[in-house]
């Protein structure tokens, strides 16, 4: 498993922009896929965007696609979540994961702390 350390959250405006950062421990980084997920108050988890561990494949859900891109600096054991054109719908506790297989599923091995992404409208 990876330690994984999420930053870069905070307050915007609607329309704004933030890069999220997840630093991870461990060697053998690029070596994992690495996601992006996120939690609304009383919503359930869901899915935001997925890596490849060599950074040559991604893939972004839908609601966030176009607005939000994934990005990794395996020199720097770094995954990034750029933000544009933030919604207030897109507050929620952000979260990175790791795993050793690509997938957009919840079931990743290895899971940060979070960060609070809050958009006023």
């Known amino acids: 498993q990876v330690q994984l350390v999420e930053s870069g959250g905070g307050l915007v405006q609607a329309g704004g922009s933030l890069r999220l950062s997840c630093a991870a421990s461990?060697?053998?980084?690029?070596?994992?896929?690495m996601g992006w997920f996120r939690q609304a108050p009383g919503k359930e988890r869901e899915f935001v965007a997925v890596i490849s561990g060599r950074g040559g494949s991604t893939f972004h859900a839908a609601a966030v696609k176009g607005r939000f891109t994934i990005s990794r600096d395996n020199a720097k054991n770094t995954v990034y979540l750029q933000m544009n054109s933030l919604k207030p719908e897109d507050t929620a506790v952000y979260y990175c994961?790791?795993?050793?297989?690509?997938?957009?599923?919840?079931?990743?091995?290895?899971w940060g702390q979070g960060t609070q992404v809050t958009v006023s409208s």
């Open positions: 994961a790791a795993d050793q297989r690509y997938k957009t599923t919840m079931d990743f091995g290895s």
């Open positions: 461990g060697r053998t980084f690029s070596s994992y896929a």
